[in-house]
């Protein structure tokens, strides 16, 4: 017989083959995220820097963003930018620092070679993207006129990647990529530290993103400035961005000190730095008092359409959180026939809004014989015209001389903040319930041998402990409120005028308009990207803190 001999694998071999293989489980995953979550945000970004109503035409830069936000769109492009390269070099610092500091890790500044390389072959990437879309998204003027045959489309998607200016921005990103993957692994190999040199492709990575989005925002503010001069204008737009920032960092400046107040022993220390607060508050209150003159130029219905996106996400969160968090607590009760309660008060969650909007239209009906209308008769209310009403609630009750900050929501939109209340307040009941019931029963126990009341033990043990749940719910309402659409494309009614449009339903009339406008479309929506990413961000940085997490 011939003898056989064990070969064992090396570790370096068997740690390759394990993560060859984690990364082609993860593959198809990535694959999906990236398709229908980068690249549709990315996409967006793009179509918005284009004048593009059937097809894409010539290249606008930032023009739909000051068409939207007016000359706040350079303060924020310029904060945007600021913020990556800032981001960039605060990377780069502690990296450095790391190295630098550690005994034997001085050869690790070499893995800024491949850093480099490795941070310019995605922004190629997105170079040679930035070229090829509006190429494949012409195919049909070149098209035109030609007869149709069976793959005519796909001939000429193939024929888009072999056009020159494609296959040079392709030849080119695909040389830089293949040279940071043998650097990647020539340094590996040598130095055995390729966290390091991934903690520099991304800090370079930053830095390069802010870079260029540095240079568009600079490019468009000159432009913007020549264009006021050849009109015999004068565009103080530095002016603006620096009294600008200035406020918000006062602002920063005042949370910072009113926190280091609160954690002072001394009165006297509380007082100086409480009142160095106030003054920083009053001093970013006079230079923020210049952003609403750079959102003078901004578009009108934009604005109203976030007013009224506020407003239906003001009256409907606190509202259906509420609700849910009653009828949890009475459930979490022995009750009988409690599981039954449970799914009547989850149905509305599940049902189709198609269906339950036009029942909640049929039941807020105008006419005087409508269920509503026979409802408020009975206690003296004159019939209203609800969903066809545009004037707002506080106009309606104090008459035409009331203020407008007191005018509130129009009465069609207080019926679909009912409508989104009686549909999401199930949903919080259910995850209230959820958090209830992981508060262990000796903490109640304890409580009431202390002798603690109902309200107390509400006050001072169910919601702390509740926290971390209602911070869930608060947070995806308030997402959830920003991008509502459904339920109010269904119940909008042209008698109500544009008082029931947010920003996703005007958003929605721009590019299904008879003359619609995608790339303006696009810029309104990355704008309502950035003020949901925004909220996210202040809500954990401000409320996540203030979670109890026991």
Excluded at 285 to 298: G, K, N, Q, T, W
Excluded at 309 to 336: D, E, H, R, S
């Amino acid at each position: 017989m011939a003898s056989t001999s064990y070969r064992p694998i090396s570790r370096r071999r068997r740690v390759l083959v394990e993560n060859l293989t984690a990364y082609a489980f993860l593959l198809p995953a990535g694959v999906l995220i990236f398709l229908f979550g980068l690249f549709p945000v990315a996409f967006a970004f793009f179509v918005s820097l284009y004048r593009w109503r059937r097809f894409p035409d010539e290249y606008v830069g930032l023009t739909n963003y000051e068409r939207a936000l007016g000359d706040f769109s350079h303060v924020l492009f310029f904060w945007l930018s600021l913020a990556a390269l800032l981001y960039g070099g605060w990377l780069l610092w502690r990296l450095l620092r790391q190295i630098v500091t550690t005994p034997g890790q001085r050869r690790a500044l070499l893995y800024l070679i491949p850093g480099v390389v490795l941070a310019a072959a995605p922004l190629l990437m997105v170079r040679w993207g930035g070229v090829l879309l509006p190429v494949i998204m012409n195919i049909p003027r070149r098209l035109r006129g030609q007869q149709e045959t069976q793959g005519m489309f796909v001939n000429e998607l193939f024929a888009s990647f072999r056009f020159p200016e494609v296959l040079d921005a392709g030849n080119v990103m695909l040389g830089i990529m293949l040279l940071g993957v043998l650097l990647a692994l020539l340094f590996t190999r040598w130095l055995k530290h390729a966290a390091l040199m991934w903690r520099a492709t991304a800090a370079l990575l930053a830095l390069g993103t802010g870079a260029l989005l540095m240079q568009l925002t600079l490019d468009t503010i000159n432009a913007a400035i020549a264009s006021a001069r050849e009109a015999g204008e004068t565009l103080p737009i530095w002016t603006q961005i620096i009294l600008i920032s200035a406020g918000f960092g006062l602002l920063g400046a005042a949370y910072w000190l009113w926190g280091r107040a609160l954690r002072q022993p001394g009165d006297r220390r509380f007082i100086g730095l409480a009142f160095v607060a106030v003054t920083a508050v009053l001093g970013a209150y006079l230079l923020i008092a210049e952003l609403p003159r750079v959102l003078a130029s901004a578009d009108r219905d934009m604005l109203t359409g976030f007013n009224i996106t506020i407003m239906y996400a003001l009256f409907t969160v606190p509202f259906q959180l509420a609700i849910g968090l009653g009828l949890a607590y009475l459930l979490f009760q022995n009750l009988k026939g409690k599981t039954l309660f449970r799914m009547i008060f989850f149905l509305p969650y599940i049902m189709p809004f198609i269906a339950t909007s036009i029942v909640f239209s049929l039941l807020f009906s105008h006419r005087q014989e409508s269920i509503i209308n026979n409802l408020v008769g009975a206690v003296g209310i004159a019939p209203q015209k609800w969903l066809l009403e545009p004037l707002g609630v506080g106009r309606l009750i104090l008459g035409e001389s009331v203020p407008p900050f007191l005018t509130g929501p129009s009465l069609a939109l207080i019926v679909v903040i009912i409508y989104t209340v009686w549909t999401y307040a199930g949903y919080a009941t259910v995850v209230f319930l959820a958090g209830l019931g992981n508060i262990p029963g000796e903490l109640y126990e304890a409580a009431r041998i202390d002798g603690a009341g109902g309200w107390q033990i509400f006050r001072r043990l169910t919601l702390p402990l509740l926290s971390p749940t209602t911070f869930f719910l608060v947070l995806v309402a308030v997402i959830g409120t920003f991008q509502a659409f459904t339920q109010l494309w269904i119940m909008r009614t042209p008698a109500a005028g544009r008082s029931i449009d947010t920003v996703s339903i005007y958003i929605f009339r721009q590019i299904t308009d008879a003359d619609p406008s995608y790339s303006y479309g696009a810029a309104l929506a990355f704008v309502l990207f950035g003020v949901i990413l925004l909220l996210t961000f202040v809500q954990n940085r401000i409320a996540g803190r203030r979670v109890f997490y026991g």
